[in-house]
């Protein structure tokens, strides 16, 4: 079974930096299709960033999403943080299909992260 666990998420200033994590079991990352999502209070879960070359304009240039294949681990580096970055991250992966479609089968339970000026 699969299962995908985020970590990393915290309270961090305007303009700071912070690193999240996905551990996932049951799937293999390498040849995946895989992405990070987030979800602010009151808004739809927006797909942000994934490993097929998708930026959000809201996160394109300061957002960042690696791999380590050996540790089957996910990875969203964020920078120059602002207020409407707070939102609850998700990890997420796709069972098949076109890796170009916003459409992902497999969620981590999410990881909250709060940018305060």
């Known amino acids: 079974q699969v299962q995908l666990v985020e970590s990393g998420g915290g309270s961090v200033q305007v303009g700071g930096s912070l690193r999240l994590s996905c551990a996932a079991s049951g799937y293999t990352l390498s040849g995946g299709c895989v992405a990070w999502f987030r979800q602010a209070p009151n808004k739809a879960r927006e797909r942000i960033i994934t490993n097929v070359g998708y930026y959000a304009d809201s996160v394109k240039g300061r957002f960042t999403i690696s791999q380590d294949n050996a540790e089957n681990r996910l990875y969203l580096e964020m920078s120059t943080l602002k207020p409407e970055d707070t939102a609850m991250y998700y990890c997420?992966?796709?069972?098949?299909?076109?890796?170009?479609?916003?459409?992902?089968?497999?969620w981590g339970q999410g990881t909250q992260v709060t940018v305060s000026s």
């Open positions: 997420a992966a796709k069972r098949r299909g076109p890796c170009s479609t916003d459409v992902f089968t497999y």
